[in-house]
């Protein structure tokens, strides 16, 4: 078979260098390999389950992939995601999520945990610019998609704060200009952590333009809330788990549909309930284990003398003795699992002694 092959390569080499020069013949072989690649690939994806390709993981153009229990509206199937777990892109490129009629930009997306970053794009305005913090609203999460995570501060943000009639330390928190009811940004915004007891209640008397509250991560930043702001922070989403169905080789889904309406694992042959492969089935049980009652019958049946003869042998001539206290018999008779124990115990315990009369005979007596 090798030499088949390498028969093949030497009539393939020696046909391509015929048409083409050699300096240009490794582009052609590699154009060549490239074509097959792509017609290997379009051929497999031919026979995979259409669900499966369909929740490719896609992008935005900037920013993490988008995959269960998120999906891009416009670019990935519902299927392909969670319900309500839908997405927009920005025209920045990254993906956008609605919050209860907030919208966030996505920074990260962490599957290990279930949990995203966000941020809101009021608070990121475009670098060389002298663009003024909007007024947004306060920062409502909802019961049910998302939760905030844990170790995260609260802050309050002050519109409408005249600089030159509050103390220096509130200056030290500005984090932008405040557009006024004129259009005018001739005033500040201030954030304050929720901690910052004394300076919100003043902010609260010399700001006119209302404050709102919104979260920050509790990551090392000295403070400085602006920065907190541009990092956003972290919320937990709650959707069926996929990491059986992603470690299997499939791509999670969701079918709305009526009659099924339940959590999907897309696999390159079919739709699977939970995962692609199909855990291997329970051995069957071993063989019973002995029971101590299931002992045999040979200690009750083999009842020998000190010198190693039977009673069979002993009592041979002694069938019409009439002294005989007790006669034996050697025939085994099918007992329940007790009276076999009994007979063990009996056979074993058995000693007997003979005594021999004045008249010469034999007697057998038995002692237990």
């Given at each position: 078979m090798s030499m088949i092959k390498t028969t093949l390569s030497s009539i393939l080499l020696k046909f391509l260098s015929s048409w083409f020069p050699l300096s240009h013949l490794h582009i052609v072989v590699i154009t060549i390999m490239f074509l097959?690649?792509?017609?290997?690939?379009?051929?497999?994806?031919?026979?995979?389950?259409?669900?499966?390709?369909?929740?490719?993981?896609?992008?935005?153009?900037?920013?993490?992939?988008?995959?269960?229990?998120?999906?891009?509206?416009?670019?990935?199937?519902?299927?392909?995601?969670?319900?309500?777990?839908?997405?927009?892109?920005?025209?920045?490129?990254?993906?956008?999520?609605?919050?209860?009629?907030?919208?966030y930009i996505i920074q990260q997306i962490f599957y290990n945990n279930n949990s995203i970053r966000v941020s809101n794009p009021a608070f990121s305005p475009p670098k060389n610019s002298h663009q003024c913090i909007l007024p947004?609203?306060?920062?409502?999460?909802?019961?049910?998609?998302?939760?905030?995570?844990?170790?995260?501060?609260?802050?309050?943000?002050?519109?409408?704060?005249?600089?030159?009639?509050?103390?220096?330390?509130?200056?030290?928190r500005r984090i932008g200009c405040s557009v006024d009811g004129n259009g005018t940004s001739n005033s500040s915004v201030v954030g304050l952590y929720e901690e910052d007891t004394n300076l919100r209640r003043l902010a609260e008397e010399k700001c006119r333009g209302g404050w709102v509250n919104t979260t920050v991560g509790d990551d090392d930043l000295g403070g400085n809330v602006r920065e907190g702001l541009l990092k956003g922070f972290v919320l937990n989403w709650n959707a069926s788990n996929c990491s059986t169905c992603s470690n299997s080789?499939?791509?999670?889904?969701f079918d709305t549909s009526s009659a099924v309406y339940a959590f999907r694992c897309f696999c390159p042959d079919r739709v699977h309930a939970a995962q692609c492969t199909t855990p291997p089935p329970l051995p069957p049980p071993g063989p019973r284990q002995p029971d101590d009652n299931d002992e045999g019958d040979d200690d009750s049946s083999d009842d020998s003398d000190d010198n190693g003869n039977s009673d069979d042998a002993n009592d041979s001539g002694d069938d019409d003795d009439s002294g005989s206290m007790v006669t034996m018999t050697t025939e085994k008779k099918k007992t329940p699992i007790i009276e076999k124990k009994i007979a063990a115990t009996i056979g074993t315990a058995r000693r007997k002694t003979k005594k021999r009369c004045n008249t010469g005979r034999w007697s057998t007596f038995e002692y237990i």
């Open positions: 097959v690649h792509i017609q290997i690939k379009q051929s497999l994806s031919s026979i995979m389950d259409p669900n499966f390709t369909a929740c490719e993981p896609v992008n935005c153009g900037q920013g993490p992939n988008i995959s269960y229990p998120f999906y891009i509206t416009g670019k990935q199937k519902p299927l392909c995601g969670y319900p309500g777990f839908d997405l927009t892109c920005a025209t920045n490129g990254f993906p956008i999520l609605d919050l209860i009629n907030n919208q947004t609203q306060n920062l409502t999460v909802g019961k049910y998609r998302f939760r905030l995570a844990p170790k995260q501060r609260k802050v309050f943000l002050f519109y409408g704060c005249d600089l030159t009639k509050l103390p220096e330390e509130m200056k030290e080789g499939g791509r999670c889904g």
